[in-house]
Each structure stands twice: as structure tokens, then as C-alpha cells.
């Protein structure tokens, strides 16, 4: 649990939209412990997402340097940012992202590493895990939203990643799958996972260890052991 798994330092990301530069984050900076549970709040427009985006490695910063794992990101090819990405991060997005002409099994297993049958027997066991098992020959569009976010929790988790990030994971959701979903990355964590959510949702908030809040590219609280 000690050590720093992710650094962001003087953090900045800009977008030209209309002609106009929008700051999407401003100069952020913090440490999250290796082991935690972080929840990330503020307003739509407040730069959660880009954040994650960026801790995931899916996009890049104009200003600012960021490790992951020890890694410094700033100065590696799109080849070894994909690397890194692959082996390190899961990623759980609000819509899913799955490959609708893919089965939820396909849909596991496309993204790992090594070996192709024990990468299959590894998503078997991940599509229990979440309670999927007798759905793995099912499509996406055979599947409801919480089942597909499910299925999308085991891909994030095929190849053992020290850092599990959720971009509203549960933004699509009806309570009940929010609750089945909530319990996928509590499990992950205690597992040993360092999990970092970006949501809307108090579920969260309520069990993470430390929630940063966002306005406007800017943190502008930081609450540690909150519900502890």
C-alpha cells in the first residue's frame, strides 16, 4: 500500500475549439498512493475526464510531466506509451466501448498479452468474477447496460493492471447496476488495485479512500480518508 503509483505535476492541457483555447486543466498537481481508492468529482466541463485520459495515457499534456508506476511518461514514443498503457492501466469508459460483432469473451480477451489460450481462460474466469460466466458467447447487443459495463470491467482486467481508471463508469446505469459495478472495482481494490474514478455519483465519493474535486482544470479540494 505505500508509495506513489501516480505523479502529476504542474499538469496542463489545452484544446482550440471555435477558434478559441479552452484550458481543460490548469497547472494540476498531486501524488495517489499505491493501493488507494480515488474518487474525482466537479462539474461537467471541470476536466475529470481529460484527466483520466491523460493519467491513462490516451492523451497527452502540453505542459506538465506524469509517471505511472515509476514511469515518466513525457518522453515516450506513441509505441511505448502503448506499452505501458497495455501492461499498467485499465480503462473502464462510460460507454462501454465494446466491439458489437465481438462476443463478451472476444471482447475480453482482445486486448490481453501473451498467450492466446491462457488469455481465454483468464476471461472466463474474469466474466465469473462479474457474474457473466453463462453470458461469454453473448454479443453486446444481446447483453443490458450494466452486463455490458460488467464485461468491460473484465476486459479492464485481463491483463492484471496495477491501475484501474473509470470514467463514469456507472453514467449509463440504473441503480442496481450501479451497485453491481461499484462492487466489481471495491473487489478489484481490495485485491490490490489502485482504482481512480471520475463520476457524478455519490456512491463513490462515499467509499473512496480520498476524493479530489475539479473545477474548472483546477483542484480546488482534496479530502483524504473520508468515509475511514
Not at 486486448?111 to 458467447?137: F, H, N, S
Not at 443490458?144 to 496495477?162: F, K, Y
Request: net charge negative; aromatic share 4%.
Amino acid at each position: 500500500m505505500d508509495g506513489t503509483i501516480v505523479e502529476v505535476a504542474n499538469l496542463t492541457k489545452r484544446y482550440a475549439v471555435g477558434g478559441k483555447t479552452i484550458v481543460a486543466l490548469d497547472h494540476l498537481s498531486f501524488r495517489v498512493k499505491r493501493g488507494s481508492f480515488v474518487a474525482i468529482q466537479g462539474h461537467s466541463g471541470s476536466g475529470k475526464s481529460t484527466l483520466l485520459h491523460l493519467i491513462g495515457l490516451l492523451a497527452f499534456p502540453q505542459v506538465g510531466q506524469l509517471w505511472i508506476d515509476g514511469v515518466e511518461t513525457a518522453t515516450l514514443s506513441e509505441a511505448e506509451a502503448a506499452a505501458v498503457r497495455a501492461k499498467k492501466i485499465g480503462f473502464i469508459f462510460q460507454s462501454f466501448h465494446l466491439l458489437a460483432h465481438l462476443t463478451a469473451l472476444e471482447n475480453v480477451v482482445l486486448p490481453a498479452l501473451g498467450d492466446v489460450a491462457a488469455a481465454e481462460q483468464r476471461a472466463r474466469a474474469l466474466l465469473d468474477q462479474v457474474g457473466l460466466a453463462d453470458r461469454a458467447d453473448q454479443r453486446p447487443g444481446e447483453l443490458s447496460g450494466g452486463e455490458q459495463q460488467r464485461v468491460a470491467v473484465a476486459r479492464a482486467l485481463i491483463n492484471d493492471p496495477v491501475l484501474l481508471l473509470a470514467d463514469e463508469p456507472t453514467g449509463n446505469l440504473d441503480a442496481e447496476s450501479e451497485q453491481l459495478v461499484l462492487q466489481e472495482l471495491q473487489q478489484a481494490h481490495r485485491h490490490g488495485k489502485t482504482v481512480v474514478v471520475a463520476s457524478h455519483s455519490e456512491v463513490f465519493l462515499r467509499v473512496a479512500d480520498r476524493v479530489l474535486t475539479l473545477q474548472a482544470g483546477r483542484l480546488i479540494d482534496d479530502k483524504e480518508e473520508v468515509t475511514r
